[in-house]
């Protein structure tokens, strides 16, 4: 999405998977498609969601199951706490100085979130081995 002026509300649930799949499409050697870097940085927003407490954990894997049905890919190596830190940096300068991350609250309902942390993103990527990926 190209800048709007007269665009006033920038928190967008249509940002929602645009925020971590950008940089894990450019790391070098990188086997991923658009679509399913999407849907890992979806998924990755699923358990950042989960661990502030938004959705429970009946719901997380109720996600995980259907992108599993679906053979969508729900993980990436690449996704580390360094390059998640960086889409976050990466988000602060395209929208317009704030993060701005779209996380789920139940499904179909999502918040933008401009606070998320180094350390909250490397409790994500830990929490992401749980699942048999």
């Not at 929602?16 to 086997?31: C, I, N, Q, R, W």
């Not at 989960?50 to 053979?71: A, E, P, Q, Y």
């Amino acid at each position: 999405l190209g800048p709007n002026l007269w665009e006033y509300k920038l928190d967008r649930c249509v940002d929602y998977g645009h925020t971590f799949s950008k940089l894990l499409e450019m790391v070098p050697g990188a086997d991923i498609m658009h679509g399913e870097a999407v849907n890992v940085d979806g998924f990755f927003c699923v358990v950042l969601s989960h661990l502030r407490g938004f959705i429970d954990i009946d719901t997380v894997n109720r996600v995980f199951n259907c992108m599993k049905i679906l053979s969508l890919p729900t993980n990436s190596k690449d996704l580390q706490t360094e390059l998640a830190w960086q889409s976050c940096k990466d988000a602060i300068e395209h929208r317009h100085g704030q993060q701005r991350i779209p996380l789920i609250t139940e499904i179909g309902e999502s918040i933008c979130v401009s606070d998320i942390t180094k350390d909250e993103l490397d409790r994500a990527v830990n929490f992401m081995k749980k699942f048999d990926h």
